[in-house]
């Protein structure tokens, strides 16, 4: 599986972007895609992550702290790319932000919101939010 990440830029406070995540590959041995977010001198941390549903089961989706009530993470099965609405841009939002995927399954929520979940990554995109 191979992960394009884009839609990074530069963003004045409060402004929003959305980034996007395409897939390729095996994506059919996917159950779940989640981002993650890098600023220098700091490690990785989790922002979101979906986990897909498994038969009639929907789709679950995680929030760092940070990220709730900003940011909506999605998916758009058809084009096999999830996606990250960002809102409210603050300048501490500023980062790297990867995406990841894992074909790893858990039935646990809490499992996505590690890296150690997740066995594929993509390049990050920079995003930077300006005062």
């Known amino acids: 599986v191979q992960l394009q990440a884009s839609g990074g830029g530069l963003v004045q406070t409060g402004g929003f972007l959305r980034l996007s995540c395409a897939a390729s590959g095996r994506t059919i041995t996917l159950n779940g895609m989640g981002w993650f977010r890098q600023a220098p001198g700091k490690e990785r941390e989790f922002v979101a992550s979906?986990?897909?549903?498994?038969?009639?089961?929907?789709?679950?989706?995680y929030y760092a702290d940070s990220a709730k009530d900003r940011f909506t993470i999605s998916r758009d099965n058809a084009k096999n790319t999830m996606y990250l609405q960002m809102n409210s841009l603050k300048p501490e939002d500023t980062a790297v932000y990867y995406c990841?995927?894992?074909?790893?399954?858990?039935?646990?929520?809490?499992?996505?919101?590690?890296?150690?979940?997740?066995?594929?990554w993509g390049q990050g995109t920079q995003v930077t939010v300006s005062s």
């Open positions: 990841a995927a894992t074909s790893r399954y858990y039935p646990v929520g809490n499992y996505y919101y590690a890296t150690s979940t997740y066995n594929y």
């Open positions: 979906i986990r897909f549903g498994v038969r009639s089961e929907g789709h679950s989706t």
